[in-house]
Each structure stands twice: as structure tokens, then as C-alpha cells.
């Protein structure tokens, strides 16, 4: 097989990769049904393939905490023939997401099966059997289960803003895995993050509802994040504000550390955005960042702290750190 041939299907081997990496789960399964099917349809295919998923494999010590040691990755693509080194190349971010993607979501087959879904960094707004609306942010997914005395939406992952229809016969509870939420009034969100479930109240009122514990009553302007140990402190917060923020895919922060800001824009970008979370944690930003364009958002971090360094290696890994720190208790704004 002449050279030009072997770089043509490590090509190909390539953007079946960079297929794999999709951020729509549909996308995703047609896919690996594709690749599979190339695979088998010639020896030289399989070969590629088995090929690219060595490269993978010596690739999974690139996942871990940003600063990592990069390489080993440099490492493998200098093993691999000159010839196929380019295609290849073009491919290793895409190798890393799927990396990340395989190591870190674990709970991919809940999501998957769940009755709606949002694909990271879209918005999804659904119109339930009740006249209630739903709209799920970035990388959300929930179980619907209404019946004739209850209706029941279980948050699966991510967050949703609610707007409850009335309906006296019938209760309306958003179930996350801390707590059972039981809607008094309209309009809320729920956010499933880190081992919590955060409860904004937008307009009028939520009963928190816990095992063993009494049920917490959560008015409009404020907000609770539960535990498997119960409910926390009531802390109000501008909830114009937040309603404003989700009808314009905005991301507003007040006083807020840097790398918690980073955890958002990360939840609304595929890939991997990376950073040292220590070294980042002395700067405090209050800002008003846009979630359809995160890397507008990362241009407006850079532009309000020039200490920081952005570097886009890829569309899919991004790195941010501070090589000149800068001074505890540095702060920015941004008004959109």
C-alpha cells in the first residue's frame, strides 16, 4: 500500500474520531455505528483504527488536573510513521474529548435514557401535557412522570428554570437526588451540581421536602443549596437578575472566585477547559458573560485580567492559568 494511501485512511481513521466527539448523543451513536461499519469493510481500516486507539490509550495521562504533564502525548505522535503524523495530529484533541468525555460522565446512560435532553451549550424549552414549560440548560436531562394524582419531573443532571401550570388536583414536584421539591407557586430553577441540589426561587413559593427532616419553606428571592444533610441557610439574590441571565444565555457572577466562573463557561463549552484551581482562586470576578459564545466569555476574562493566559490549543482544549500572579483580592467588571 503506497504512502498516500496509508495517510488517506489514517485520515479517515481521524474524522471518525473527531465524529466520536460530538456533542449530540444521537450524532454520537450514528458514529460508532459508522465506525464500526468502516472498520469492517477493509483489514487496512481495522488496523488504522486499532492504531488510533493505541494513541488513546497512551493519551489518558493527559486527563487530570490542568498543569498536567503533556508528554507523553507528544510522545506517542512522535512514535507514530512521519507519513501519518499530520493526520493524526489533527485528531489528538479530538482523542482527548473523547478521553474526558468516557472518563468523566458517568452517569452518560441515565442521560441517554432520560425523556428530554439538552446537548452542551443549548437550551432546550418543552411544553408538558399540563401547559407547564420546561427549559433545560447546557448538558440537562430529566424523566417525566405525571400521573392522575401527581406530576413528577426528575432532574436527572444539569438545570432547569420551571413554570408550573395550576392545577389544584394534581401537585407539581421537581425530584432531584437530595430532595423532592414541591411547587407552590410558578416559576423556579434547579441546578444538580457537585452533590447538591441549588433551589432559586423566581415567584412565590417551594416546600423542600427531606427524609427525616422538616419540610423548608423557600419564598421568591431566595435560595437554598440541599445536601444529603438538609437544606442550608435561606440567601436572598436578585432574581430579576437570573430570569434576565436564562432569557439571554448569560452567565452573571458578583464577587465571585475565578475558577467557580470557569466551572460555568466549562458546563457550556465541549471539550476540556483546564486550569489550576489554586492558583486561580485569589481572583474574584463580577461580570456579565455570554454562555452561547464561551470563548467571547474567556476573551472577556483575559480583557478585564491581564494576568491571565488564555490558550486555545484546539477548539477542544482550552487552558487558562496565571503565570504572573496577580495580587490577593483582585477583582473585575464587566456590564454588558
Do not use: C
Request: no cysteine; aromatic share 4%.
Amino acid at each position: 500500500m503506497s504512502r498516500a494511501q496509508t495517510d488517506n485512511i489514517a485520515g479517515q481513521a481521524a474524522h471518525w474520531i473527531v465524529q466520536l466527539s460530538a456533542g449530540d448523543a444521537r450524532a454520537r451513536d450514528a458514529a460508532q455505528a459508522g465506525f464500526a461499519a468502516w472498520k469492517a469493510a477493509d483489514p487496512r481500516h481495522a488496523a488504522a483504527a486499532a492504531s488510533m486507539e493505541g494513541l488513546l490509550g497512551q493519551l489518558q495521562s493527559v486527563h487530570g488536573p490542568a498543569g498536567g504533564d503533556t508528554r507523553p502525548a507528544r510522545a506517542a505522535l512522535a512514535a507514530v510513521a512521519p507519513g501519518r503524523r499530520r493526520q493524526l495530529a489533527g485528531a489528538v484533541a479530538a482523542a482527548m474529548l473523547v478521553l474526558a468525555v468516557g472518563l468523566a460522565a458517568s452517569d452518560r446512560p441515565a442521560y441517554l435514557l432520560a425523556d428530554l435532553r439538552s446537548p452542551t451549550g443549548q437550551w432546550r424549552t418543552h411544553t408538558l401535557a399540563d401547559g407547564s414549560r420546561l427549559t433545560l440548560g447546557s448538558d440537562t436531562a430529566v424523566n417525566l412522570r405525571f400521573t392522575g394524582g401527581e406530576r413528577h419531573v426528575q432532574l436527572v443532571q444539569g438545570e432547569i428554570l420551571v413554570e408550573v401550570a395550576k392545577d389544584a388536583r394534581r401537585p407539581f414536584l421537581v425530584d432531584s437526588r437530595q430532595a423532592a421539591l414541591r411547587a407552590l407557586g410558578t416559576r423556579f430553577t434547579v441546578r444538580q451540581h457537585d452533590g447538591a441540589t441549588v433551589l432559586s426561587m423566581l415567584e412565590s413559593k417551594v416546600a423542600v421536602q427531606l427524609p427525616r427532616h422538616a419540610d423548608t419553606m423557600v419564598a421568591a428571592g431566595q435560595r437554598t443549596r440541599i445536601t444529603a444533610a438538609g437544606a442550608g441557610p435561606l440567601e436572598p439574590f436578585d432574581a430579576a437578575s437570573l430570569q434576565d441571565a436564562w432569557r439571554a444565555h448569560q452567565l452573571v457572577v458578583d464577587d465571585r472566585p475565578l475558577p467557580e466562573v470557569l466551572d460555568e463557561l466549562a458546563r457550556h463549552r465541549p471539550g476540556q477547559l483546564r486550569y489550576d484551581r489554586a492558583q486561580l482562586a485569589h481572583i474574584r470576578v463580577a461580570a456579565v458573560l455570554p454562555l452561547d459564545d464561551t470563548d467571547q466569555a474567556l476573551q472577556l476574562l483575559l480583557d478585564n485580567f491581564p494576568q491571565l493566559r488564555v490558550r486555545m490549543l484546539t477548539r477542544y482544549l482550552v487552558m487558562v492559568d496565571a503565570p504572573a500572579h496577580g495580587s490577593a483580592g483582585t477583582s473585575g467588571k464587566n456590564k454588558k
